[in-house]
């Protein structure tokens, strides 16, 4: 009797010995501190505690009228560090180049090679008016005796150009070609069947550099050293052609470019130039101003054949226009000499009106 009373001693002393060591070392332990997360970093005090409650599980009061009060006055300047934060992390955004993007310069306009990319302005012209339309050119073909050119006529131009090489002289050149055909369509004019009385064709190869100086306040973005033909496509009296290489120098100032090209025509046969004045009429060069605002665009295209006597040339003036969505409208005003090739040493004046489709190419 005594030996079991005194097992049963020695075993409650063992339990209780375990239980003892079981807490010392609980309470030994690093105590347990809740995750705090990023709460304590928030500023707003009723958005740090809100942070708080989260976390501890509890319902939150709803906020006072001058909490409210401090978290919309908070609020416009919150979306003003976004904006900043924004553009600190895409360098160049607000410095955003026209030239660059129609020409791929900086590396972050930079889309590849063989992309079908805008290239000088496509546009319809269902209504273009001329004091002084070309009739003869077409006599005795096109035209009989009796017969005229209408003084109003439809007029559309598309022009694109694609990259076909990328990178070239230590990453600051690429290859471009480009193509534009522009058409002259007498439509209503039924009493020779609305033809197309002239079109031409123009395709391009361009070796475009990368440049960044500063000139009178404008920056220079390219280079395009260019190898251009143009032709109507047609043979006799009225076959129109030359070919060109030129340097373009393109420039910019915010939403102001500039685009000033010299151009050399090569020389042809004697017995095969059909045109061979026309760099008297249609000039040496031309520089190109375009003004971007709002939506709208303006742009000044101006040519000459840089003679003291019978100087020659042309002045176009182009305004774009948001109409709805992506529609926009297009007037174009023309007064000189070679509005087409066909008419490149007639004068005239035309004005029409239609609309830009440089946003649905």
Same mark, same amino acid.
């Given at each position: 009797?005594?030996?079991?009373?005194?097992?049963?001693?020695?075993?409650?002393?063992?339990?209780?010995?375990?239980?003892?060591?079981?807490?010392?070392?609980?309470?030994?332990?690093?105590?347990?501190?809740?995750?705090?997360?990023?709460?304590?970093?928030?500023?707003?005090?009723? &958005?740090?505690?809100?942070?708080?409650?989260?976390?501890? @599980?509890?319902?939150?009061?709803?906020?006072?009228?001058?909490?409210?009060?401090?978290?919309?006055?908070?609020?416009?300047?919150?979306?003003?560090?976004?904006?900043?934060?924004?553009?600190?992390?895409?360098?160049?955004?607000?410095?955003?180049?026209?030239?660059?993007?129609?020409?791929?310069?900086?590396?972050?306009?930079?889309?590849?090679?063989?992309? +079908?990319?805008?290239?000088?302005?496509?546009?319809?012209?269902?209504?273009?008016?001329?004091?002084?339309?070309?009739?003869?050119?077409? &006599?005795? @073909?096109?035209?009989?005796?009796?017969?005229?050119?209408?003084?109003?006529?439809?007029?559309?131009?598309?022009?694109?150009? =694609?990259?076909?090489?990328?990178?070239? +002289?230590?990453?600051?050149?690429?290859?471009?070609?480009?193509?534009?055909?522009?058409?002259?369509?007498?439509?209503?004019?039924?009493?020779?069947?609305?033809?197309?009385?002239?079109?031409?064709?123009?395709?391009?190869?361009?070796?475009?550099?990368?440049?960044?100086?500063?000139?009178?306040?404008? =920056?220079?973005?390219?280079?395009?050293?260019?190898?251009?033909?143009?032709?109507?496509?047609?043979?006799? =009296?009225?076959?129109?052609?030359?070919?060109?290489?030129?340097?373009?120098?393109?420039?910019?100032?915010?939403?102001?470019?500039?685009?000033?090209?010299?151009?050399?025509?090569?020389?042809?046969?004697?017995?095969?130039?059909?045109?061979?004045?026309? &760099?008297?009429?249609?000039?040496?060069?031309?520089?190109?101003? =375009?003004?971007?605002?709002?939506?709208?665009?303006?742009?000044?295209?101006?040519?000459?054949?840089?003679?003291?006597?019978?100087?020659?040339?042309?002045?176009?003036?182009?305004?774009?226009?948001?109409?709805?969505?992506?529609?926009?409208?297009?007037?174009?005003? +023309?007064? @000189?000499?070679?509005?087409?090739?066909?008419?490149?040493?007639?004068?005239?004046?035309?004005?029409?009106? @239609?609309?830009?489709?440089?946003?649905?190419?």
């Amino acid at each position: 009797m005594g030996q079991i009373k005194r097992r049963n001693i020695v075993n409650g002393s063992m339990l209780l010995g375990g239980c003892l060591l079981g807490w010392s070392h609980t309470l030994l332990a690093e105590p347990v501190v809740p995750k705090l997360g990023t709460c304590p970093a928030i500023q707003n005090d009723a &958005q740090r505690l809100a942070c708080y409650d989260k976390l501890s @599980g509890a319902i939150p009061l709803p906020p006072s009228p001058e909490q409210k009060q401090a978290e919309q006055a908070e609020a416009p300047v919150a979306a003003q560090a976004a904006a900043v934060s924004a553009t600190a992390a895409a360098p160049g955004l607000e410095n955003a180049s026209q030239l660059s993007r129609e020409w791929e310069l900086d590396d972050k306009d930079k889309h590849g090679a063989f992309l +079908f990319r805008p290239f000088h302005t496509s546009y319809l012209l269902p209504v273009k008016y001329s004091n002084s339309p070309n009739n003869i050119p077409f &006599q005795g @073909g096109l035209l009989q005796s009796s017969e005229k050119l209408d003084s109003v006529e439809a007029k559309i131009q598309l022009s694109g150009k =694609t990259k076909v090489v990328e990178g070239l +002289f230590n990453k600051r050149a690429d290859v471009w070609l480009g193509y534009t055909v522009t058409s002259y369509w007498q439509a209503y004019n039924s009493s020779i069947s609305a033809p197309f009385r002239e079109t031409d064709y123009m395709p391009e190869a361009m070796l475009v550099f990368r440049t960044d100086y500063d000139i009178a306040g404008l =920056t220079g973005r390219f280079i395009n050293l260019g190898l251009v033909h143009e032709s109507n496509g047609r043979g006799s =009296t009225l076959s129109r052609s030359w070919n060109r290489i030129y340097a373009q120098f393109g420039f910019e100032r915010g939403d102001f470019s500039l685009l000033i090209r010299p151009w050399y025509r090569i020389p042809e046969r004697a017995s095969s130039d059909n045109n061979p004045d026309i &760099q008297d009429y249609l000039g040496r060069g031309d520089i190109v101003a =375009t003004y971007t605002r709002n939506g709208n665009t303006y742009s000044v295209l101006l040519r000459n054949n840089l003679k003291r006597s019978a100087n020659r040339g042309a002045v176009q003036v182009d305004w774009s226009f948001p109409l709805y969505g992506r529609l926009q409208g297009y007037v174009q005003y +023309f007064n @000189g000499y070679g509005e087409s090739l066909v008419d490149y040493n007639h004068k005239q004046q035309s004005l029409g009106i @239609g609309l830009s489709l440089a946003a649905w190419l």
